[in-house]
């Protein structure tokens, strides 16, 4: 390889590493981060460097996962790229509260408490045995006026979104293998 070839296979190199390093490398991470969160989720903790922590159970007992019940927070998570940079958001409004902890005081505003009471009515068929069908139907019963008070909150953390790199050795070990891997197709033996 003379020197005219090596300076043209360098700059081409040089022009694959700045592509990779501003376009594909954000999108590759943002999703590699976006399935490292998912699988926080399914394996109910925090992938860090010991292994799966897992999440302290709920208190009361709800069935199900916990942080699912409606799945708004594991859906609510989603990356936005720039040149060089990938950043993993949640827009969620109680997202931060469950990623970082939380121990405070919080204000509760004022509100309205209502007492339901159930009432059948009459839905105008016949059951099988010739009787009226029932339906039942709530109404509000009463409702008494809550004051704003302050309320203390003690809500643990349950990391499943990493902050920074050095969050998680599992994380910070496949983004380094991405990197190592690209580096090879870019940068061969015979360069």
Do not use: C
Request: net charge positive; no cysteine.
């Amino acid at each position: 390889m003379n020197p005219n070839e090596f300076n043209n296979s360098l700059s081409a190199a040089q022009a694959k590493l700045r592509n990779y390093t501003n376009y594909v490398f954000p999108v590759r991470a943002g999703n590699l981060a976006l399935l490292f969160i998912s699988g926080n989720f399914y394996h109910q903790g925090w992938r860090g460097a010991n292994g799966i922590e897992p999440w302290k159970k709920l208190e009361n007992k709800r069935p199900g996962k916990i942080l699912i019940k409606s799945g708004r927070l594991m859906r609510g998570n989603y990356y936005t790229t720039s040149p060089g940079v990938a950043r993993v958001r949640n827009d969620t409004p109680y997202a931060r509260v469950h990623n970082s902890g939380f121990y405070g005081t919080v204000s509760v505003r004022a509100s309205q408490r209502k007492k339901f009471k159930v009432k059948g009515v009459d839905t105008g068929r016949l059951t099988i045995k010739g009787k009226h069908a029932i339906k039942n139907v709530h109404e509000v019963s009463n409702t008494t006026d809550v004051r704003a008070h302050t309320r203390k909150m003690n809500m643990p953390q349950r990391q499943f979104m990493p902050t920074s790199m050095s969050d998680s050795a599992q994380f910070a070990n496949v983004i380094r293998g991405e990197i190592q891997r690209e580096l090879k197709s870019i940068f061969p033996q015979k360069l």
